[in-house]
Nanobody, 125 residues
Framework: QVQLVESGGGLVQAGGSLRLSCAAS????????MGWFRQAPGKEREIVAA????????YYIESVKGRFTISRDNAKNTVYLQMNSLKPEDTAVYYC??????????????????WGKGTLVTVSS
């Protein structure tokens, strides 16, 4: 059983930065792909970025390319999302997710097997 705990959310002004962390516990062999999703009020949950736990593959949605960076620290069992140049439209609850499956349908929520409870990011204009 993999457990995921997000932290690092908060209130920031537009143009500011935040770094989200996702601490993973449980069998490391069962983690393959880690993803960050977000869900704004009244909207569907959407993928933001994903990374292979064991390798260098990364994925970003177009709207965050050049602003957000996903990374992992295997020794700390932690995945990060560095968010720079934040915009009000980035306001959402951000969720960490883990998939046991091969690198494939990263944007599909049912591709992921485990989820954290989320951390709120609010960007003021």
């Amino acid at each position: 059983q993999v457990q995921l705990v997000e932290s690092g959310g908060g209130l920031v002004q537009a143009g500011g930065s935040l770094r989200l962390s996702c601490a993973a516990s449980g069998p490391s062999f069962s983690r393959n792909v880690m993803g960050w999703f977000r869900q704004a009020p009244g909207k569907e949950r959407e993928i933001v970025a994903a990374i292979m736990w064991s390798g260098g593959l990364k994925y970003y949605i177009e709207s965050v390319k050049g602003r957000f960076t996903i990374s992992r620290d295997n020794a700390k069992n932690t995945v990060y999302l560095q968010m720079n140049s934040l915009k009000p439209e980035d306001t959402a609850v951000y969720y960490c997710a883990c998939s046991l499956r091969p690198w494939d349908q990263l944007s599909e929520t049912n591709y992921y097997d485990y989820w954290g409870k989320g951390t709120l990011v609010t960007v003021s204009s």
